[in-house]
């Protein structure tokens, strides 16, 4: 799941949103906006059972997918659009 709030200016902060155990172990979301970067942006468990990472970005389009460990590489459905080449987000 994805949450986007709009800031001062023109930037956006984006909440990326998975189950705390789906999938198991560390997961890092990694795009355009990181260098496809694992473990820049890694998921932290909060009390309400998911885990979440939030990032500021400008406007502009992003593709990205969540990577699990072992090389699992997850794609988000509530993204913008998703293809063969991962998600997309429109901000």
Same mark, same amino acid.
């Given at each position: ?12 902060? /984006? !909440?990326?949103? &998975? *189950? ?10 990694? %795009? ?20 979440? /990472? !939030?990032?500021? &970005? *400008? ?10 460990? %072992? ?21």
């Amino acid at each position: 799941m994805i949450k986007r709030n709009r800031l001062f200016g023109n930037q956006t902060r /984006v !909440t990326f949103c &998975l *189950p705390q155990d789906t999938p198991p172990g560390p997961v890092s979301v990694v %795009g355009s906006f990181n260098e496809w970067e694992p473990g820049r942006h890694e998921l932290v468990a909060r009390r309400d059972g998911t885990r979440t /990472v !939030t990032v500021k &970005l *400008p406007p502009g389009e992003y593709r990205f997918r969540y990577l699990a460990s %072992g090389g699992v590489w997850l794609d988000d459905e509530s993204a913008d659009e998703v293809d063969d080449r991962g998600s997309l987000l429109r901000l």
